[in-house]
C-alpha cells in the first residue's frame, strides 16, 4: 500500500511539474498589455474685445455676439479676460496584446469640463452682458474611452497586403478626425465638424494607398436640436443611429479623403390633432459630405477641408433645419437648412512654428423655398450660434515656440460675423434672416503655455 501511494505521488508531482511548465511556456508565450501614460498641463489666457458665444470656461471660441442695442448702446461691445487650466488632460493607451495575428488595443482619456457656473447673483444682469460662467471648480469628463481590435497582414490580391481596424467606443467623429494646425481648444470650430461620440467605426487599409472607412454613430455631448432644445432624446426615439462613409488616398505625404454622413432623427413622437393627444411618426433626415486633404513636406505642412449639405449642428457646424407645415394627424414636415463651412491651415517650422488659419462659413438656407416667412421659434438651429447668421470668417495666426516637452504660443484671432434682421420674429421663405445685413466682429488675443509628459 505504501508503494502505491508512493508511485501516485510521484505521478501527481508529474502532472503538476509538467502542466506549471506548459502555464509558464504558454504565458511567456502570449505578449501582456502594455501601459502608456500620456497627458499635459495647459494653461490659457485669453482676452476678447467682445461678448461672444465661447464654452469651457470661455476657452472654446465659436463667434461674437450680434448688435444688442439698450438705451442707445450695445451692450455686447464689451471686452473681457480670464485664464485657466481648466483643459489639462490625462490619457492611457493600452497595446501589446494579441492572439495569432489579432492584436487589441484600448485608449482612456479625460480632461476637466464644465466646471463653471452662473453668478448667483439675481441681479447680474443689471450689471453684466450675459456670459457669466466664470466661478466654481472644474469637474472631470470622459473624452475618450475605446477597444480596437486589428487585423494584420491579411492576403489581397497576388501580392498585397491588407489591414483592418474595428473601434468600438467613444471617440472623435470620424468627420471631426481631422485638426488644423492650431493649439486653441476649439481647433477650427465652427468651421469644420467637431464632437466626440459613441461609436462602431472600422477602417479597412488596402494596401498602401487606399482605406476605406465605414462607422455607425449615436449622440452623447454633441446632439441634434429640436424642439425640446438640444438633445439626444431625438436620436433614441428615432432608434437609428447616423450612418458614415468615406474613402481615402494617401502617398508620400499627400492624403485625399472624401466622405458622407447621415442623419435620420424623431424630433418629436408625440403630437395634438382635433385637441386630442396623438402619436406622431414626424422625422428628419440629413446628408452631409466632406473633402480633407492635407501635404506635408520637410518643415511646411498645408490642411484643408470644407463640408457641404444639409443640418450638421450635432457636430457644431452653423446649420439646423426648419419646421415647415403641419398635417391634420398632427405631424409636422420639416426641411434641413444647407451649409458650407470651409478652413485651410498652413504650417511651418519645428523649434520655432509659424501657423495661418482661414475659415469661411455660408448658412445657404433651405434648399426648396417654404410657402411663407418661418418664425423664428420653428427654427432649430445649432446652440452655439443663431439663425440669422448669413455668413462668417475667421483669420487666425499663430506663433509657437517648442521646447523639449514645452510649448509656449500667441494667437491673434478675428471672427467676423454678417448678421441679419428677423422680420417682425420670422425668416424668409428659405430660413435666413436676409434684411439690413451687418457685420459684427471679435478680437481674440490667446497665449498658451503647456508641459506634455
Known amino acids: 500500500m505504501k508503494r502505491v501511494y508512493l508511485i ?7 502532472f503538476c511539474t509538467l502542466n506549471a511548465a506548459a502555464a509558464e511556456k504558454e504565458q511567456k508565450a502570449e505578449p501582456k498589455n502594455n501601459f502608456k501614460l500620456y497627458g499635459f498641463i495647459r494653461n490659457y489666457f485669453v482676452f476678447d474685445s467682445r461678448e461672444s458665444v465661447s464654452g469651457t470656461g ?14 442707445g448702446i450695445d451692450i455686447n461691445d464689451q471686452s473681457s479676460f480670464r485664464f485657466l487650466a481648466l483643459t489639462s488632460r490625462l490619457g492611457v493607451d493600452v497595446s501589446g496584446y494579441q492572439l495569432g495575428n489579432v492584436h487589441f488595443g484600448a485608449k482612456i482619456e479625460g480632461d476637466f469640463y464644465s466646471g463653471l457656473s452662473n453668478s448667483s ?7 453684466f452682458p450675459g456670459n457669466t460662467k466664470i466661478s466654481g471648480t472644474a469637474t472631470a469628463r470622459l473624452r475618450q474611452a475605446y477597444a480596437t481590435v486589428t487585423w494584420k497582414e491579411l492576403p489581397m490580391g497576388v501580392n498585397g497586403k491588407a489591414s483592418v481596424v474595428l473601434k468600438i467606443g ?9 485638426h488644423p494646425h492650431l493649439f486653441s481648444l476649439e481647433v477650427g470650430a465652427p468651421f469644420g465638424p467637431f464632437s466626440r461620440t459613441p461609436l462602431v467605426q472600422m477602417d479597412a487599409n488596402l494596401g498602401d494607398n487606399w482605406v476605406v472607412s465605414g462607422a455607425a454613430i449615436w449622440q452623447m455631448q454633441y446632439q441634434s436640436t429640436g424642439p425640446v432644445g438640444t438633445s439626444a432624446i431625438y436620436m433614441k426615439y428615432g432608434k437609428t443611429p447616423e ?77 439646423g433645419y426648419a419646421k415647415v407645415g403641419e398635417n391634420t394627424d398632427g405631424s409636422w414636415n420639416y426641411a434641413s437648412m444647407r451649409n458650407s463651412s470651409s478652413w485651410l491651415s498652413m504650417t511651418y517650422g519645428k523649434k520655432w512654428q509659424g501657423v495661418l488659419f482661414l475659415g469661411y462659413v455660408k448658412n445657404l438656407g433651405l434648399a426648396d423655398a417654404a410657402s411663407g416667412p418661418i418664425a423664428k421659434g420653428d427654427v432649430y438651429f445649432c446652440s452655439n450660434g ?31 460675423v454678417q448678421y441679419g434682421e428677423y422680420e417682425n420674429g420670422c425668416l424668409n421663405k428659405f430660413a435666413l434672416a436676409d434684411k439690413n445685413l451687418h457685420w459684427v466682429g471679435n478680437h481674440r488675443v490667446n ?3 503647456k508641459y506634455n509628459f
Open 58 to 71: 470661455d476657452l472654446f471660441y465659436y463667434l461674437p455676439k450680434d448688435v444688442n442695442m439698450k438705451d
Open 8 to 14: 501516485l505521488s510521484a505521478v501527481l508531482l508529474s
Open 121 to 127: 447673483n439675481a441681479s447680474v444682469s443689471e450689471y
Open 243 to 319: 450612418l458614415y462613409a468615406a474613402v481615402a488616398y494617401k502617398s508620400n505625404g499627400f492624403l485625399l479623403r472624401a466622405g458622407a454622413d447621415l442623419v435620420s432623427i424623431k424630433p418629436r413622437v408625440l403630437g395634438k390633432a382635433e385637441d386630442k393627444v396623438v402619436k406622431v411618426s414626424d422625422r428628419k433626415t440629413s446628408l452631409l459630405g466632406y473633402v480633407y486633404t492635407q501635404y506635408t513636406y520637410k518643415k511646411f505642412a498645408v490642411k484643408a477641408k470644407t463640408t457641404f449639405g444639409e443640418g450638421g449642428e450635432h457636430m457644431n457646424l452653423m446649420s
Open 386 to 416: 443663431f439663425s440669422n447668421i448669413n455668413q462668417m470668417y475667421r483669420i487666425n495666426p499663430q506663433l509657437i515656440y517648442n521646447i523639449g516637452k514645452m510649448n509656449i504660443g500667441l494667437e491673434y484671432q478675428f471672427t467676423n
Open 447 to 449: 497665449m498658451m503655455i
Open 170 to 178: 467613444q471617440a472623435w467623429h470620424p468627420m471631426a478626425a481631422d
